[in-house]
């Protein structure tokens, strides 16, 4: 490297510009090792260099043949001339050549074979001329026409190159010869006082310094921050989330949704294969019973669904649809806790799946924010009034509700946000007041009532970052810069101004 350097000095010492590319290929140098070289006296101002970019075309190994032998078209005819006349058979062993002279109307056709139409002596071989004048031109982007350039492109006969060198002169600090500087000061320069003569290395005094590079919080873990301080602050309370695999009983049985219901076919629902089911021994015998007879013959106001309930489905494991079977095993709890039942508050922020279609505000998986209140004598207006004051909390005020069918809700609702990139009303989630179904028989009193919904934490995400699309917020496919920089989610109307 130091030889190098010292013949670059030399080289830009007679006060001639240059080029970097020329200079390593007359001399038999290795070019990147030039521009390396290059750098660091730039660096220190022996030398300026001006970086450069050339564009030019290369041959390939098909087009390099045409240039020695000639183009296919015109060996096909040539062959066809000593023959005479070839047969369809033989032909077609030169597809290239024998197709474009067919296009050329080159060839007549008797019966099955092929002669001349063309005499041969009075033709030029334009393909492999062209290819000459380019080689001859050392591939200049302008040596041919473009219409010319393009054909051979389209013939995959060409390759565009771009070459990076340097354009080099005598730069300011210029010296015969090149003295290293010192970076710092050691303790050997103090000792002897050497640091007196010693030339250091110009310091930036200005520079900020590399940015240090942590880890960063996902767009969706800092909005699920924000719910969390929003719904503790309405006073709930978390639920334990733990369990991803959940049985058919508690996911689907215990809120009174039929085993014939198609939520609960493999089209929509990821069931497991090992282990396919669960024992529920953990569940009081009592507590299936009910739950087997009020989906058989009804009860508690109801007729049931009529058909004949099967502990065996009950059983199948699942990666769970919805946080609801989280909420179902608290109220059950809840109303067989020691003291009776209490009002309480519940919610719930995680992970469920759904065999669902993949599209932009869809994905197979996502996270749901779950929220109940127990309590005698509610009412929707109670549900309304609560969704509503979650949502101010967050920043999203326009909202919709439609009615909408659950099996273990009625009445029941769609909650809509609007979303204002994609200029459309987007489903935010579900919502209803707990059927009597589904909480009787887990011994809740008559007189309490259960309003729940359940909440997108990817879209009102997608809302507040104004993503149009769920894929580059959640999944593989999702920017790492853009979760480097994503804000804080200031979660309040402010953001809506």
Known sequence: VEDLEKFLIEKSGTGETFD????????????????????????AEFVVSTQLETRFYTLTDEAKSYVDNGSPEFQFLKLVSEMGKISAAEAKKHPIGFGKSMRNKWLSKEGEEFTLKVNLSEMNDDLQENLKTLVAKNGAEDALEKNVLKELNKRKLLKLVSRKHY?????????????????????????????????????????????????????????????????????FEEMPTNKWVESSFWNFDALFQPQQHPARDAHDTFFIKQPAECSLESIPKDYVDVVRKTHEVGGFGSIGYRYDWSLQESKKNLLRTHTTAVSTRM????????????????????????????????????????????????????????????????????????????????????????HPDLGKWTELGNSGMFRPEMLRPMGLPEDVRVIAWGLSLERPTMIKYRIKKIKELFGHKISLETTQNSPLPRLDNRLNH
Do not use: C
């Not at 015969?176 to 000792?191: G, L, Q």
């Not at 200005?206 to 942590?214: A, I, K, P, V």
């Not at 995680?350 to 929220?371: I, P, S, Y």
């Open 331 to 418: 109220l059950y709890l809840l109303a067989n806790q020691e003291g009776g039942f209490q009002p309480r508050k519940y919610f719930s922020i995680d992970r469920v799946f759904r065999n669902e279609h993949l599209d932009a505000t869809h994905l197979a998986e996502f996270h749901q924010v779950e929220g109940l209140v127990a309590d005698r004598n509610l009412s929707l207006g109670d549900l309304i009034g609560v969704i509503k004051t979650f949502f101010a909390e967050t920043g999203i005020t326009e909202l919709r509700f439609k009615p909408a069918y659950n099996p273990y809700t009625e009445p029941s609702m769609e909650i809509f946000g609007y």
């Open 167 to 235: 354009s080099v002169e005598k730069g300011p600090m210029w010296a015969p010869e090149r003295k290293k500087v010192a970076t710092t000061i050691t303790k050997e320069m103090i000792d002897t006082g050497s640091w007196k003569d010693e030339q250091f290395k110009a310091t930036n005094w200005h520079s900020t310094g590399l940015r240090e590079q942590g880890g960063y919080l996902h767009p969706l873990l800092l909005v699920r921050m924000e719910y969390r301080k929003i719904l503790i602050g309405m006073g």
């Open 20 to 43: 970097s590319w020329e200079f390593a290929e007359n001399n038999g140098l290795d070019h990147d090792k030039v521009v390396g070289a290059l750098k660091s006296l730039s660096g």
